[in-house]
């Protein structure tokens, strides 16, 4: 498998987000884990008409759960991210109760305004896979659409059923229409490059002006799974990117979520934070699963308006049903059957989860900035959100990015950690800086420095706000400021006191 670019240690805080009300509840969590970069985003909204019930009884209570997994940047799924409940619920399929082709206009609608949108996007070779559960109340349904290889399954009484498949090249449906659009597929990717055949973004291979949306090489429209729902059966659903089912089968992670809901002490975060603990890879000397970006969401199926708390009684009530011919897997056990290959110390109270649970210490951080590497991970734990009608979403760096919701009471800002050499040397090295190729009057050698991150890493070392260092770095930036020869380029790398970042070709996008 490949890894991708990755860092010589995890970049372990994780974003958490939980929310509930009378129709469904939830615990999500996501991490960058080994990867340079953060290009998972979502999506998340109890009541996607939450406004309209308000004035009218009649109005359906339909809830939204999305997960998107971007590949050649961040930028196409930070944008889905954040606007895709507003673009749902602005569909007048959606308005209309017609769910089924509302998934499809949505997706649609997604690729029009990512192009409209002032990202400069036909300059931008990122994409993102979507995976998104709409729940209907009035209509007793689940409606999972979904394009790429991010997944969406349930659980029933124990077992799990999937609700998505992937769409790779190599099926013969998506071959079929990819050679159709005067492409090709080679070792199992697009054009021998993108390891998915449908996606948002990825504009590139949507090229041909003769074609439709749906003829394109890459395709935006999803597939879509309906499931009726019956609460005495359907216990949970679950949706998490590549990185979770790469460690994973749909089986596994549903028996996890079982074993910790009958653990008594955890949330469904905290559940979701230890499935996450479980799939992060201890080192990167094996196949290369567990070394990328991981999200997950579980959402409860709460019947009769039951509180969250009623429905772990009710599925805790039920596991001689679910579970009475076989033992569930521990999360240690599990971790370590995933990688059989390495040997976790547990004496002298060592940890199977150290890796993403190690805790910098004190002489560590006194010294670090002077390290050529880090010694251990980064870890702080990030907010953890609880409201009624909630729409979150995630950017480039949750470390960095401000966390949104829809009564506007959670920000990063009040989440703050102790800055210092430590913490700056691992933004700069972690997900700082951002070298891409390009062409600059003709000069194809050039390299130039995106300095999106640069105003977050200034405003840690003051009060002055983000918007103003941004404002002041617009002024005061020159053609030296942002752009090296190679020369330069190659001498700064050599330089650099921070992780070491190894270059392997992307599993999605090369």
Known sequence: MDMGQILSNPYIEKEHHSGSDDFT???FCSMQGWRVSMEDAHAFELNVNSAASDTDDAVDHVAFYSIF???GGFKVAEFCGQNSVNILRNLNNFKNGNYLKAVSDFALEVDDQLIEAD???HNDHSGSTFTGVIISKSKNLILCANSGDSRTGMAINGCAKALSFDHKPSLVSETSRITNASAFVEIDRVNGNLALSRSMGDFEFKAQPELSPYEQ???CIPDVIQHTINYAF?????LACDGI????SLQDCTDLVYYGIYQETLSLNDIAAKIIDVCCAPNTEGSGIGCDNMSIVIVALLQDAETEEHWFTRIRNKKDISHSERELMSFEDRRKKVFGYFNFDESKGHSVFEVTTMKQSKEDRNDSHN????RYPISSEHVDTTSGNIAVFSTENPAAADIHNRTGNINAESNKHPFNLYTLNNILGSSGIQITRGAENGNDNSAFIHSSNLPRILASLGNTSSSELTNLIDNIETDEDIYMDDDDQNEDDQNRSTPEVRNEPDSAFR
């Open 245 to 248: 089912w790469d460690c994973l």
């Open 371 to 374: 390290d050529s590497d880090l």
């Open 234 to 238: 359907d216990d949970f659903i679950m």
């Open 217 to 219: 090489a890459v395709t």
């Open 119 to 121: 990202i400069n996007i």
């Open 25 to 27: 509840s939830f615990g």
């Open 69 to 71: 997994d971007g590949h």
